[in-house]
């Protein structure tokens, strides 16, 4: 049974940062890739981060120099490293994995970028 547990959303200002953690349970969490996707009102689910196994990372267009995205295989926790936050950075983050063919889903953390 796996599941997927968001936390670190918030109220943050334009320009400031937010650490996001998922904590990963009812898999193998090292042997797998890690996703942040994110969604934003009207908007469809969209990728904004992925790191593999062997620690290779990939970022959408929109986010990269600002947001990191790293794993600690020994606590099965992906984070998300927020840094000058946008307006446009207002979203539900959501943690994902592809396993077995199907992918899973966290909760959600809601991110608001407003002064």
């Known amino acids: 049974q796996v599941q997927l547990v968001e936390s670190g959303g918030g109220l943050v200002q334009p320009g400031g940062s937010l650490r996001l953690s998922c904590a990963a349970s009812g898999f193998t969490f090292s042997i797998y890739t890690m996703n942040w996707y994110r969604q934003a009102p009207g908007k469809e689910r969209e990728l904004v981060a992925r790191i593999t196994i062997v620690g290779k990372t990939n970022y959408a267009d929109s986010v990269k120099g600002r947001f990191t995205i790293s794993r600690d295989n020994a606590k099965n926790t992906v984070y998300l490293q927020m840094n000058s936050l946008q307006s446009e950075d207002t979203a539900v983050y959501y943690c994902?994995?592809?396993?077995?063919?199907?992918?899973?889903w966290g909760q959600g953390t809601q991110v608001t970028v407003s002064s």
């Open positions: 994902n994995v592809e396993r077995t063919g199907l992918f899973y």
